[in-house]
């Protein structure tokens, strides 16, 4: 199985923007699934942002503001994530088929 490291979570101010980065052990070309998901405090882990067969896919409430990535050269998947709200606080995992990441902790101060 994959084994996957988030990292560049941080603390950043509103309207701000972090980039986080998912390294694979293994290669993520023939996964056909992959995303990043947000837990937020004291609620369940929701998909943020998504690649599948069909292309990406993104929560509404990221919509124009995040942007999902895979470099298959590099095994990595990335977030781009740009005018950061407190609302997106939260530990943000990766998923490539059925592995996941430790977790990357994003905090957005208001």
């Known amino acids: 199985q994959v084994h996957l490291v988030e990292s560049g979570g941080g603390l950043v101010q509103a309207g701000g923007s972090l980039r986080l980065s998912c390294a694979a052990s293994?290669?993520?070309?023939?996964?056909?699934?992959m995303g990043w998901l947000r837990q937020a405090p004291g609620k369940e882990r929701d998909l943020v942002a998504g690649?599948?067969?069909?292309?990406?896919i993104y929560a509404e409430s990221v919509k124009g503001r995040f942007t999902i990535t895979r470099d298959n050269a590099e095994n990595m998947l990335y977030l781009q994530m740009n005018s950061l709200q407190p609302e997106d606080t939260g530990v943000y995992y990766c998923?490539?088929?059925?592995?996941w990441g430790q977790g990357t902790e994003v905090t957005v101060s208001s």
């Open positions: 998923n490539v088929s059925d592995a």
């Open positions: 293994g290669s993520i070309s023939s996964a056909v699934t």
């Open positions: 690649i599948t067969r069909f292309g990406t």
